[in-house]
């Protein structure tokens, strides 16, 4: 690959990359900024947070709009010695370069640090809102981060296009409301007939294993022992203890997880930290240390993500194969409260099929109904067609219809997720996206790699790293996540192998 | 007092103001960068942490030199509603952002770079030379820092003035060598002849207090536990691990301080933590929330904020009535350890007197005697009378004559401190000068606070702090160092109070 600052690139090109990586510098900081939010910063330093926040993006904004970036953009995209070529490193950074510049300029300044600081202090308020179950708190905040947000996608959208698209876009680049749509509607009833046929069964594998004492700081050492394994390099990285579980690829060697523990369901931290470690491994085979500040060291969507923390955490964590290695390693932390249990436990525990509440802790098949739940609800709160004050009803509402259970209260329902809170609005069906690419890559790894499974008995998952940092983590933003998908499996995104894989898997555990 | 929002404020005022706050706002942000790096940053994301700093400090100066800035200030100077009444608020601000405004726009902005490039050189340059115990391998280096530093004072001197006044300025606003000197003079015979007395008299209180095994886990729960008593509000602030501990006034509502552990030598802990708590609660006790960005929110000097840290690690936590308080709780969580210990012995081994070599480990009487000696050899060579090549001569020398032993080797003599090597001079002089304000405060608090030794015995500090509070904390840089001094203990800086607490106890200790 040539460097962008070789001597024979054009010092049009190199003065581009140079100011892209000076602005990607400054977004680097805000991602400090946030993750410190997140675990450390004291209570009352949030308001404060939220101004440092807000000036900082300013500051970001206007070098990412500056008439220069957009000069030497254009001048790039005339030079055909660099874009002659589409296929060329070269080429793919300035096209992606030109999609961000043109995004950036969309947005008015006032907006972006106005979303910043609001999105801020509204997290806030969710924060308190989440704890004391109290929605009526937190609308207020929901409705101007939903104003905001419906703003923003007015200055994003296309002509004739609907609303969330323009947000969608931002995570999912091309993908459209529609077409998810399309993917999702054949899914849904395919999941719930599943799901029903399942619990309908009555009979359900015991599930004592997860209900084990296990030390937060115990679990804390095994989930970085799993981590170790997984590839994860500690030091270039970190494994926190948050709220809500996240990954920050903050910068050039700085990778960030989080996760959280409690003293018993130690299987809920331990897929949460291989579902942030999946996140964390795509972000440290980008190749920033070469490319920072280009396109080429970003990653290509939240579905691409989360493909890569779906198939650590489910495909690799849920296995069979990974609980023959993994098991002995728990039993050694849980110092002693596991050691009854055999491989065979530990698989169909961790594959137990069960309605619940909370999405992050949802069981493998039901989770999509979750996101589909999000989806429909997101896409009818931007478009206006649901009022805001409606959302705990109508969210309980569908959430019966999706899974069969009534929401006890707006805790464990409409207030459980962070995202709204601070305007990620269009990004929950990049969860579903994720594991539906997940599962059609995991069919091209089991054709690829020979041995896959044995080496998962002994925890040797360095195969399959290699393989997703040749296939995916190398290439940042080159493809699209459409072309990369058919470039890999020969075959477009389709819930055929998802399916194939939660029938397969859980028609064994439940004896169906 | 008037805010700067207030309508009344004409609006170059509160433009002066908000652009302030802006830059103090980066600056903050600033601050996180080096605490993250302190505390949790990978290891490899070392070198764009430096990209990240240098990208936001250009961002600073920038907007704190910007012409706007300057215009806004002579503005308000030539204003007589804002300056008329020198005693004012605002008179005070626009007074300091003189200052500093002037100070940021006297250095040329590359000398400001090779400061940081060379003193970064130079800092690994002294690493290795104080590993190595080889001071001709750092000389050149001390000799290009000295070199810079010099310059750097030729920028900023006032006619007529001392080279080392300009740097001493920096840190310790209108204090000069000379008057320095007028204070240390009398100090260092008195404090050396009582240092000699103790030593001298060859019989000392045992020290197996210090040396009880003690987990680190339990003597952070302690030292919080002292924190809290001392009214260090954790809703606004941390306590963190690092490998050098200090005190980061990062933010409104965020002041975070560090500490370290080892499994022995309690003390050294609780009196890191106990220092750096006393600093935390100056940067709490600002009127940040109402005045962020004005010179009235932030410290005096150097000397004034060591006077507070001093203050908590010495004339509380050195007291025997600190320890009728704290004793108790020790020993609940060394978990047995201590259990054989009396208040006596616990205030008896905390004041050990015994000439060492490393400054950062003396005790509370040689302390002050090795900032004389760096003080002395600074101002020398700055002068350029002392050339470098004779400083590891002279200080062993004067080492000697001060503390009564020989330095065995440059590396626990000339090589020991960092400061130096990245051109801190005229920094170490505010050492002393805090434990001097301290002791005129003490004297004052005395006087005033009726009941202070019966509060501290039952750990109720609260009168204390208020007090800080009212005559130091909330004033900001609204008077100078020596005017506070004045105001508070109705004389100037005198070396007395100092000597008689000094003398007072270890002779109580010492039975001399």
């Known amino acids: 690959?040539?460097?962008?600052?070789?001597?024979?690139?054009?010092?049009?090109?190199?003065?581009?990359?140079?100011?892209?990586?000076?602005?990607?510098?400054?977004?680097?900081?805000?991602?400090?900024?946030?993750?410190?939010?997140?675990?450390?910063?004291?209570?009352?330093?949030?308001?404060?947070?939220?101004?440092?926040?807000?000036?900082?993006?300013?500051?970001?904004?206007?070098?990412?709009?500056?008439?220069?970036?957009?000069?030497?953009?254009?001048?790039?995209?005339a030079d055909k010695g660099l874009t002659g070529d589409p296929a060329s490193a070269e080429a793919a950074n300035i096209r992606q370069m030109r999609r961000d510049y043109d995004l950036a300029t969309k947005l008015p300044t006032d907006l972006v640090s106005e979303l910043a600081r609001v999105g801020s202090q509204s997290q806030e308020a969710w924060k308190e809102a989440r704890q004391k179950n109290d929605f009526a708190m937190f609308r207020p905040?929901?409705?101007?981060?939903?104003?905001?947000?419906?703003?923003?996608?007015e200055c994003?959208?296309?002509?004739?296009?609907?609303?969330?698209?323009?947000?969608?876009?931002?995570?999912?680049?091309?993908?459209?409301?529609?077409?998810?749509?399309?993917?999702f509607t054949p899914l849904r009833p395919r999941l719930s007939n599943l799901v029903k046929e399942i619990v309908g069964r009555g009979k359900r594998p015991g599930d004592a294993f997860l209900n084990v004492?296990?030390?937060?700081?115990?679990?804390?050492?095994?989930?970085?022992?799993?981590?170790?394994?997984?590839?994860?390099?500690?030091?270039?990285?970190?494994?926190?203890?948050?709220?809500?579980?996240?990954?920050?690829?903050?910068?050039?060697g700085?990778?960030?997880?989080?996760?959280?523990?409690?003293?018993?369901?130690?299987?809920?931290?331990?897929?949460?930290?291989?579902?942030?470690?999946?996140?964390?491994?795509?972000?440290q085979g980008l190749p920033k240390a070469?490319?920072?500040?280009?396109?080429?060291?970003?990653?290509i969507s939240l579905g691409i993500h989360e493909s890569q923390s779906r198939m650590w955490e489910n495909f690799v964590g849920r296995s069979r194969e990974f609980w023959e290695w993994a098991l002995p390693h728990a039993q050694k932390f849980a110092g002693g409260s596991l050691d009854a249990f055999k491989v065979d436990d530990a698989f169909r525990a961790t594959n137990l099929v069960q309605p619940s509440y909370i999405r992050v802790e949802a069981d493998e098949a039901t989770y999509n109904l979750h996101v589909m739940l999000r989806f429909g609800l997101e896409r009818s709160l931007i478009s206006g067609e649901l009022p805001i004050k409606d959302l705990p009803?109508?969210?309980?509402?569908?959430?019966?219809?999706?899974?069969?259970?009534?929401?006890?209260?707006?805790?464990?329902?409409?207030?459980?997720?962070?995202?709204?809170?601070?305007?990620?609005?269009?990004?929950?069906?990049?969860?579903?996206?994720?594991?539906?690419?997940?599962?059609?890559?995991?069919?091209?790894?089991?054709?690829?790699?020979?041995?896959?499974?044995?080496?998962?008995?002994?925890?040797?998952?360095?195969?399959?790293?290699?393989?997703?940092?040749?296939?995916?983590?190398?290439?940042?933003?080159?493809?699209?996540?459409?072309?990369l998908c058919a470039m890999i499996t020969g075959k477009p995104l389709s819930a055929d192998p998802l399916m194939r894989h939660l029938e397969g898997k859980l028609r064994g555990v439940y004896g169906l």
């Open 1 to 77: 690959m040539s460097s962008p600052t070789h001597p024979a690139q054009p010092p049009h090109y190199a003065e581009l990359c140079r100011m892209r990586r000076h602005v990607k510098t400054i977004e680097s900081i805000g991602r400090l900024l946030s993750w410190d939010q997140e675990t450390y910063m004291p209570h009352a330093a949030a308001a404060h947070r939220a101004d440092q926040a807000a000036a900082l993006s300013a500051i970001e904004h206007e070098q990412a709009t500056s008439k220069r970036l957009g000069d030497l953009i254009a001048q790039c995209e």
């Open 254 to 283: 700085d990778t960030r997880l989080t996760t959280r523990y409690r003293g018993e369901k130690f299987t809920d931290a331990l897929y949460g930290t291989m579902h942030e470690g999946g996140h964390g491994l795509y972000e």
């Open 156 to 183: 994003l959208k296309k002509p004739g296009a609907e609303l969330y698209d323009a947000l969608l876009d931002e995570y999912e680049p091309d993908a459209t409301g529609a077409q998810i749509e399309a993917v």
């Open 290 to 299: 070469e490319r920072f500040g280009q396109p080429l060291a970003d990653s």
């Open 141 to 153: 905040w929901l409705e101007k981060m939903f104003g905001l947000t419906r703003r923003k996608a």
């Open 213 to 252: 004492p296990f030390a937060p700081e115990r679990q804390h050492e095994f989930g970085q022992v799993v981590l170790k394994a997984m590839g994860f390099d500690f030091s270039a990285g970190r494994l926190d203890v948050t709220t809500h579980p996240f990954c920050s690829g903050m910068a050039p």
């Open 393 to 483: 009803g109508e969210w309980n509402k569908r959430f019966k219809d999706f899974l069969g259970v009534d929401v006890p209260d707006d805790r464990r329902g409409c207030l459980q997720d962070v995202h709204w809170s601070f305007g990620l609005i269009g990004y929950f069906p990049t969860y579903t996206l994720g594991n539906l690419y997940a599962a059609q890559f995991w069919e091209t790894i089991h054709a690829e790699i020979p041995g896959l499974r044995d080496g998962m008995r002994r925890g040797d998952f360095a195969p399959l790293l290699a393989w997703l940092r040749e296939k995916i983590h190398r290439h940042g933003r080159r493809y699209s996540a459409a072309d």
